[in-house]
């Protein structure tokens, strides 16, 4: 059964602050994703990896850096939280290019 | 760039009515097809997907999707809905390239 983990269910920031989501994923997917859900939004895609130290900027990637040291973990950092990074963020995992995606809880941020 | 569009943002139904989420896309090559569902609290996990072959494909609990590629549409059905499928659901395209886009997401209430 594939387990993507986030470390935070709910986080509260302040505006300003160096932000880090984690997630971990523990079926050796090649490839991971971070969204944010908005309401009305849907999922958009801030970044994604398809291997160790390699990232691909996705559709909103203004705001967010990534780091992906190891294959099992990817994450996602704020540099400077403001708020209007106020949002739901959802981890993602994916084998190869022809499967589907196993998503992680999200984490709700909240920048004030 | 691909895009998805949903049709619905907000469709309530009462139980044993059938559904159908409408599902079009905006790319010319060749898609994966799939839809997610997000209940109430949990995470984001795949309902069905589309990647070759009958362009009918059944998923769980029920639901089934058709592709029709003439129409870039992938349309979401189930002959009769339970309260238990009261849900947001999210159609996504995921390209050769490798990036999955998602629809804005349609929240389905259904009234027992």
């Known amino acids: 059964d594939v387990k993507v983990t986030q470390s935070s269910r709910y986080l509260v920031k302040r505006t300003g602050e160096k932000v880090f989501l984690e997630c971990v994923q523990d079926m050796d997917h090649e490839n991971m994703f971070w969204y944010r859900q908005d309401p009305g939004l849907g999922l958009r895609l801030i970044y994604f990896s398809y291997d160790v130290k390699m990232k691909e900027k996705g559709d909103i990637p203004e705001g967010y850096s990534v780091s992906r040291e190891k294959k099992e973990r990817f994450s996602l950092i704020l540099e400077s939280a403001s708020t209007n990074q106020t949002s739901m963020y959802l981890c993602a995992s994916r084998r190869g290019h022809d499967t589907e995606a196993f998503f992680g809880q999200g984490t709700r941020l909240t920048v004030v | 760039a691909q895009s998805v569009s949903q049709h619905n943002h907000h469709v309530i139904l009462s139980e044993a009515a059938s559904l159908e989420l409408g599902c079009n896309y905006s790319?010319?090559?060749?898609?994966?097809l799939f839809w997610y569902v997000q209940y109430p609290g949990q995470h984001l996990q795949l309902l069905l997907k589309y990647f070759s072959g009958d362009p009918l494909v059944k998923g769980i609990k029920g639901f089934e999707a058709e592709f029709i590629k003439s129409k870039f549409s992938f349309n979401l059905r189930k002959p009769s809905v339970q309260w238990s499928d009261t849900a947001e659901y999210f159609c996504?395209?995921?390209?050769?390239?490798?990036?999955?886009?998602f629809g804005d997401g349609t929240t389905l209430t259904v009234k027992p």
């Open positions: 790319y010319g090559g060749t898609v994966n």
């Open positions: 996504a395209v995921k390209t050769n390239a490798g990036k999955s886009t």
